[in-house]
């Protein structure tokens, strides 16, 4: 466990978890962080664990992640397995145990937010889809969007709501950052698929140009890699629509919607 979660990342899930809260947080962006923290963590571990169980023989079979051999290269398959597992019950229980100051209501809301991402509609469910599409040719952009709305967007919804809901947002609140998140969320494979097609291989420990050169339907097969960099910039506006209402408050959100889409790794 330690071994995937401490390997490094860019750690986008937890930041966008802090800068929802800071945005609702009494105080703003002088709030303390203690209260949020346990679910930043939390949506960093099911990330961790979701690459573990991605990067095993039977899912996508990498060798390489964050810069080091996957945890099943080190550890074996049973171990990756079972690190993968733990890192997951562990991440609800960090919530639930470890989340102070706030209103149980609340912790309970995140910990349903957290358990819908991980489920059929969220990470499993995308991932079963994205398995049953593989060495398909007719693979549409519908479903390719499905696809990432569940297996990408998802944890990265929950990421922003669930900061947001330990902030003290109303519904509607929660609904605009999500909806928000989402859209970011399709941006942010689509650049992943983007990089995978542009960068040179063996960087950063992700080969680049696997899903290209396995059977994999990917944006830019679907859009061309200028339509898809087209298709992200458009959601990554669409996004920065839905937090309009905010201003000033919801800078750093938008911020991380722009680094989404022009990041190098
Ligand atoms: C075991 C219940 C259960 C579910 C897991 C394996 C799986 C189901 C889902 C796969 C989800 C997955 C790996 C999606 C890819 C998301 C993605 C774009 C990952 C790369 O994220 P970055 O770039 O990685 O943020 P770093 O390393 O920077 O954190």
């Given at each position: 466990m330690r071994y995937s979660l401490l390997a490094g990342g860019k750690r986008v899930r937890p930041i966008l978890a802090i800068a929802a809260f800071q945005m609702f947080a009494q105080g703003g962006a002088q709030a303390?962080?203690?209260?949020v923290m346990p679910t930043a963590l939390a949506v960093e571990m099911i990330h961790?664990?979701?690459?573990?169980h991605d990067d095993l023989p039977a899912m996508d079979d990498d060798d390489f992640r964050?810069?080091?051999p996957t945890n099943?290269?080190?550890?074996g398959e049973d171990i990756a397995i079972l690190a993968g597992d733990a890192m997951l019950s562990y991440a609800f229980e960090?919530?639930?145990r470890e989340t102070r100051d706030v209103d149980p209501v609340r912790v309970l809301e995140v910990i349903r937010l957290l358990?819908?991402?991980?489920?059929?509609?969220g990470l499993a469910g995308g991932q079963v889809m994205d398995l049953e599409s593989e060495g398909k040719t007719d693979v549409s952009l519908e479903t390719l969007t499905w696809i990432h709305t569940?297996?990408?967007?998802a944890l990265l919804r929950v990421s922003c709501a669930g900061g947001a809901v330990i902030g003290g947002a109303s519904e509607d609140d929660v609904q605009r950052v999500s909806d928000f998140a989402v859209k970011i969320g399709l941006a942010f494979q689509i650049a992943d698929d983007v990089l995978d097609v542009t960068q040179s291989t063996e960087m950063l420990g992700k080969t680049a140009g696997k899903d290209e050169a396995t059977n994999k339907a990917t944006y830019p097969r679907?859009?061309?890699?200028?339509g898809s960099r087209q298709q992200a910039e458009r959601l990554v506006a669409e996004a920065k629509e839905c937090l309009a209402p905010y201003g000033e408050r919801s800078k750093n959100l938008l911020a991380l919607a722009d680094f989404i889409i022009n990041r190098s790794n």
């Open positions: 303390a962080l203690e209260p961790t664990m979701s690459l573990i964050r810069g080091k099943h290269m080190v550890y960090y919530v639930a358990s819908n991402c991980v489920g059929p509609e569940h297996k990408t967007a679907l859009l061309g890699l200028e």
